[in-house]
């Protein structure tokens, strides 16, 4: 099983980016799968996870409106469209899946959770 992210790149204040993540060997089906990100010199902080069924979504606060999590199941793809960009949303975005879903809201949020792990893709928002 492993998961390729992509779709990252340079981009300037209030554009928007849609980052792809392709699943091998498994589909998301309704486990937990999500994004978080690193920025440079901070430690990797959660912004969105769910179920591709959509039991469930959450989004951290500071993306909440701007992002919007999605699925295409028969292509076994979790995307993140980003909108309104913002020089603090600079870092690279990890994609993760679980083996399953998660009971309660707060093992969502928690990255130790997640068995699989995409490489990472780098977003650059510029002033």
């Known amino acids: 099983v492993q998961l390729q992210a992509s779709g990252g790149g340079l981009v300037q204040a209030g554009d928007s980016l849609i980052l792809s993540c392709a699943a091998s060997g498994r589909t998301f089906s309704s486990a937990a799968a999500g994004w978080f990100r690193r920025a440079p010199g901070k430690e990797r902080e959660f912004v969105v996870a769910?179920?591709?069924?959509?039991?469930?979504?959450y989004y951290a606060n500071s993306v909440k409106g701007r992002f919007t999590i999605s699925w295409d199941n028969a292509k076994s793809t979790m995307f993140l469209q980003m909108n309104a960009l913002k020089p603090e949303d600079t870092a690279v975005y990890y994609c993760a899946a679980a083996s399953r879903t998660f009971a309660s809201m707060r093992a969502y949020y928690s990255a130790a959770n997640y068995d699989t792990w995409g490489q990472g893709t780098l977003v650059t928002v510029s002033s």
């Open positions: 769910g179920n591709s069924n959509g039991a469930r979504t």
